[in-house]
Each structure stands twice: as C-alpha cells, then as structure tokens.
C-alpha cells in the first residue's frame, strides 16, 4: 500500500525496531478486522501490516530510508510486492498478513484467537470463519455481609442483557475474587466461552465482625447481669444463642462460642456494661450505703 510507512505506524524515522513492533502490536490489536469490522479500521490494518513488513527487515529498512526502494518495497517499477501478491485471489495465505512467519506477533493474538488447521490458518482460521474465544467478564459484585459469611445465591445483570445467577460460596472475603468458568461472552466458531470474574465487596454489619473465620460481636450487659451473672441471649449467624454471663463480668471481657463462626470458626463475645437509662433514687441510695463498707479502687494497678 503507498504512503509513508512510518506515518502508517503512527512514528518517524528515529523510531528503533522495538517501538516500530509496538506500534504495529497496537494496531493490529485495535483494527485487525476480525476484531474490528469497521471498513476504515481494516484499511488502517492493511497499511500498517505494509508497512510493518518493510520496516521490520533492517535491509529493507535501509534501503527504504536511502531511497532505493519505495513504500511498497518496488524496485525499477516492480509491480508485484509481497503484501499484494498475498492479498491475491486463490492465494491460501490472504488475509493471514504474515503472523505465521512471525511468531512473535501471533503471540498478540494468543488470548484471542485458536491455533486451529495447519499453516496459513492464522488467526484459527477454518473452513467458513475463524474460531475466537469469547470475552472475560468482570463485575463488582457488593454482597450483605450473611451472605458472605453463610453462603447464598444472587444475579448479575450481563453486558448483553439476561441475567445470571450467582451461587456465593460459604466464607468469602472482602476484596476476593471469584471466577465462573464459560460465564463470560460467547466464542466464535469452536472458540470457548469466557470466564466471569466477580471481585467481591463485603457490606459491613451493624452487629457482627470478622477476623478471619471468627466472628467478633460486642455484647450490651445490665449492671445486674454483670454483678449476679446469668444467661444472656446473643445473636450469631445461626441465630440468637443463650451466653452464660459469669458473676463479676466487666466491660472488656471476652467470652467465647466454639464453632459459631464461619465453617467452624468461633465467635467471640466482648462484654460492655452499660448504665441503665436514668439512675433513680433507689439505685443511688443502694450504692452510696454500699460504698460505704466496700468502696474498691478499679485504677489501682493501671
């Protein structure tokens, strides 16, 4: 094709073998037309796999620069270079643009494309079309936090419409990410489907915690409780469990349920005592003669 090659690659004639191959790899990512069917796009293709194969033999390429030969790689109006004679009806290697003969580029295309039938099937090219593996997909999905910790089920909306339904597997994590085998676009041809990749964002829980597989919760107790002990309800991912509270129990203490947690974790119980809402005259009168023959001092030792 005529023009200037290295305008084609988007370049000028400083640019070393690496950038002029990176140029191209660009390219022939954006405007290959099996990717892009767009006829503008194909045209910018062809140009710059012209252009790539001139410049990418460093003899041609200094012939090009000193002038003996033009864009096309003609000599003394040689009419019949190898891009157009590739591009020929009938001829089996048409619209390969040469990435059999350099590996190096059909590795561009390895995540894409299959390597099916023989040489000169680039691309994987078949009989009748190309096979192509379809596109990954990647979601943010933001579950409640039960949800992660027991295991559950809920639906994605796709790119293409539809939804999907989810199964969410038992203890997973904030920021883990989880992948659907065949959930992603589907393949052209013989090409597989893609994955589905779904990172995992956890909600925050307004009574439970998480270290690890252990669930942490914070436990309100009446003065009461904490001075006589008693059994005390106490949530859990299960449900409310009755907690013995021990005679004496102070805030900060910590108590636990074994196997409560996520598949088998345990949960642990941080006792808060908390005053009661208004300290009537009965209650005030109870602990001043109380104080009185058992005042202790809890900063003692701190």
Do not use: C
């Not at 964002?201 to 270290?211: K, L």
């Amino acid at each position: 094709m005529a023009g200037d090659p290295y305008a084609a690659l988007g370049l000028t004639k400083s640019a070393t073998d690496a950038e002029i191959k990176k140029a191209y790899r660009k390219i022939a990512k954006e405007d290959h037309p099996d990717l892009n069917p767009d006829p503008a796009a194909n045209e910018r293709f062809k140009a710059a796999a012209s252009a790539y194969d001139l410049l990418k033999d460093p003899e041609q390429r200094r012939r090009y620069d000193a002038g003996e030969i033009d864009s096309q790689g003609q000599e003394n109006q040689q009419r019949r270079y190898y891009r157009e004679h590739a591009e020929a009806a009938g001829n089996p290697y048409a619209q390969s643009y040469g990435f059999e003969g350099d590996p190096d580029l059909s590795d561009v295309f390895a995540d894409l494309f299959g390597r099916r039938g023989g040489a000169g099937a680039g691309f994987g090219a078949r009989a009748g079309g190309y096979d192509m593996r379809g596109q990954d997909y990647r979601f943010n999905l933001e579950i409640d936090f039960l949800t992660a910790a027991k295991g559950g089920k809920t639906r994605i909306t796709l790119p293409e419409g539809g939804t999907l339904e989810v199964a969410i597997p038992e203890g997973v994590r904030d920021g883990q990410t989880i992948r659907l085998r065949g959930k992603g676009g589907k393949g052209m041809g013989k090409g597989a489907a893609g994955d589905a990749y779904l990172t995992v964002s956890v909600a925050p829980h307004p009574q439970f915690g998480r270290d690890g597989n252990d669930i942490l919760v914070t436990l309100p107790i009446s003065i009461d409780e904490a001075v006589l002990g008693g059994k005390v309800p106490v949530p859990t991912i299960d449900g409310p469990v009755n907690l013995s509270i021990p005679k004496g129990a102070t805030t900060g203490q910590k108590l636990r349920l074994r196997g409560r947690g996520i598949k088998g974790g345990d949960q642990h119980v941080e006792l808060k005592i908390v005053m009661p809402p208004k300290i009537d005259d009965a209650l005030a009168e109870f602990m001043a003669n109380w104080r009185k023959d058992h005042a202790y001092d809890p900063r003692k030792g701190a």
